[in-house]
């Protein structure tokens, strides 16, 4: 027993060491000036002009993002699990290619399209005045909208789907009408699902660095990440700045999630009990499935095809000002991806490294973390899960914020700053909690009288460990290991903070190029790098459907 505890509070330890140290190095740097603490520089960080109007202008950006991304959900939501069309569950894979879409890349592919002597003025003349409008707030919430509103809907879905048709049914066979019953019986029971849904989407938002740092810095919109990002790397290098700015966003985020926590407890209904009941679909009218299937095309062709499109043609584009004209395509720029100056192919490998590396660390220490989570007591396990699965909670960028501050302080002690291995220890501590998440599911399908059974028939720890409940667990380590892959591989925060000088990655590759105006090269390593996630993908899925 005691070996237990000893074992515990050393993986307490070494998570504290992993996760907590960076968050508290910058709080650190933001309250304590020359050894001595003090709020003076945070406080006037905070006030100055500028970063006010930033923290507004994000807040701003995170609620009409919600709106939006609601506008889009919510029906979407209710088409596919209310009505005939629920049938059709291959849209449930579609509606995630938006979501899967590194947002860098589907900005990039959106400024391409809608610039000026861009795609739509080439494909659409008529429609050239709509370049002013996209390139304002407007567009950039539209660009936010489109990447994050998959993740409400999936929510929103799930939980209409829980909702017993025998309710709607009652206040059917008492007369009340479809819109009254939508309004006062069918919407109020999925009140907490959708408040906990838009506090997610406003996190996304603000925590987001991707689009802001692509499509926002043109139109001269800073928001948290671009400007915690810009004091931390821009001369004159100002880390007090950038830390305060990030214990604000952690503020936030924590406020955000206690809120969260607090509508959960509040708003939840038990609507699935003991008594089955029979989910039926609305039937519609032809008019209204007309108005729908456009509904779902334009919602198609703004989030997927649009972005997708000017991706792929514009790394097919021989000269740009020729535009889409024939005899002006090429695969050249594929070719000069790996031939030129071996940059492209040299970030190609670095990225293939540290996402193979990372996630296999990740999964190692993943699966012993649920294992201790699973045998320790409630107390115990629930602070190792607490501080495991708090990265999850925090924006990346806050993190590997945190991660350069304390690491950089440290460096005579454990010199891995300025190495390609502070990227790797920054890639397992962001994807840590998508391991321990598949792996705990994978734990909670096997009941404990099989362990029982092993120690009956004389099997020690270790051995009904590796021979009774790994082969159980293994789909949900190959599951956590191909999400912190496929993450992994085009991770662009990371990079863009604490890559070694002359270091580049699939994204940091993809961004220079196209700020440098390389935008052919650019984006062909923008669509490699599309192509080979969809293929891990498949092969991954393949590899653990044959392990059930």
Not at 110 to 138: V, Y
């Amino acid at each position: 027993m005691n070996g237990k505890k000893i074992a515990f509070a050393a993986l307490i330890i070494f998570l504290s060491l992993l996760i907590l140290c960076p968050l508290f190095s910058i709080f650190a740097e933001a309250l304590f000036q020359d050894g001595h603490f003090s709020l003076s520089n945070a406080v006037s960080t905070i006030q100055e002009s500028e970063n006010a109007a930033m923290i507004g202008s994000s807040i701003l950006l995170g609620i009409l993002v919600v709106i939006i991304s609601s506008a889009i959900a919510l029906p979407l939501a209710y088409i596919f699990s209310r009505t005939q069309f629920a049938r059709y569950r291959f849209f449930d894979v579609i509606f995630m290619i938006p979501f899967m879409t590194p947002p860098y890349i589907a900005s990039m592919g959106w400024i391409l399209f809608m610039q000026k002597r861009g795609l739509m003025q080439q494909l659409f003349p008529s429609l050239s005045f709509l370049t002013d409008w996209f390139f304002s707030l407007g567009g950039l919430v539209m660009v936010m909208s489109f990447h994050v509103f998959p993740f409400m809907m999936t929510m929103m879905k799930n939980a209409m789907l829980s909702v017993p048709s025998s309710l709607d049914e009652a206040g059917a066979v008492f007369g009340v009408s479809f819109p009254t019953r939508l309004r006062k019986l069918f919407l109020p029971l999925l009140t907490g699902n959708y408040a906990i849904g838009a506090l997610l989407v406003f996190v996304k938002t603000i925590s987001e660095y991707g689009t802001p740092s692509t499509l926002g810095r043109r139109i001269g919109f800073a928001v948290f990440t671009t400007d915690i990002h810009r004091y931390a790397t821009v001369a004159p290098i100002e880390l007090g700045k950038s830390a305060s700015l990030a214990s604000v966003l952690i503020g936030i985020c924590l406020l955000i999630w206690m809120l969260q926590n607090y509508i959960t407890a509040r708003k939840t209904y038990n609507l699935i009990s003991g008594k089955g009941s029979a989910m039926r679909t609305r039937r519609l009218s032809i008019g209204t499935r007309v108005a729908i299937i456009i509904f779902i095309a334009a919602v198609v062709f703004f989030s997927m095809v649009i972005p997708l499109f000017s991706v792929t043609a514009s790394s097919l584009i021989k000269l740009r000002g020729y535009g889409l004209r024939p005899g002006n395509f090429t695969i050249g720029n594929y070719i000069a991806v790996f031939t030129e100056d071996k940059q492209g192919i040299n970030a190609l490998l670095v990225s293939i490294f540290l996402a193979v590396s990372s996630a296999t660390i990740a999964a190692i220490l993943g699966t012993v973390i649920a294992t201790s989570i699973r045998a320790a007591g409630k107390k115990v396990g629930n602070i190792i899960e607490g501080i495991s699965l708090l990265p999850e909670m925090l924006p990346s960028i806050v993190l590997v914020l945190g991660i350069m501050l304390f690491y950089n302080g440290i460096y005579k002690i454990i010199p891995i700053y300025g190495t390609i291995w502070i990227m790797v220890l920054s890639y397992v501590i962001l994807f840590l909690p998508y391991t321990i998440q598949y792996v705990t599911s994978a734990y909670s399908q096997i009941s404990p009288s099989l362990a029982a059974a092993g120690r009956i028939c004389g099997a020690g720890p270790l051995y009904s460990f590796m021979h009774i409940t790994l082969p159980l667990i293994a789909r949900g380590i190959m599951s956590g290991w191909m999400m912190t892959f496929i993450i992994a591989f085009r991770e662009l925060v990371t990079p863009s903070l604490i890559a070694p000088t002359n270091t580049l990655t699939v994204s940091t590759y993809i961004n220079r190029q196209f700020e440098q105006g390389s935008v052919g090269k650019g984006m062909s390593m923008a669509v490699i790098c599309i192509l080979f996630s969809l293929v891990s993908l498949l092969i991954l899925n393949k590899a653990i459907n044959r392990k059930r």
